[in-house]
């Protein structure tokens, strides 16, 4: 029983590897805004996966989000 919790483990780390880098598919940015993003600290800021494109952080709702 172990050994096939185990495999299956493996099998899901493979998996959510896969699905993290994207795996096969290709990415595409989407314009909007997100809450989660990297800052420059001057208002710029990157948004993974579309981290070629710079956008601008504005203030919604109360929140900060780095929006395309």
Sequence with gaps: M????LKNAQ???????KHIS????EL?????C???YLSDGQ?????PPCNDLTGSEVV?????????
């Design 2 to 5: 172990k050994n096939v919790k």
């Design 11 to 17: 099998k899901l780390s493979r998996e959510s590897q």
């Design 22 to 25: 994207g795996g096969d598919k």
């Design 28 to 32: 595409v940015c989407q314009s909007g």
């Design 34 to 36: 997100v809450k989660y």
């Design 43 to 47: 208002g710029n800021c990157k948004a």
């Design 60 to 68: 919604i709702d109360g929140r900060t989000q780095c929006c395309f």
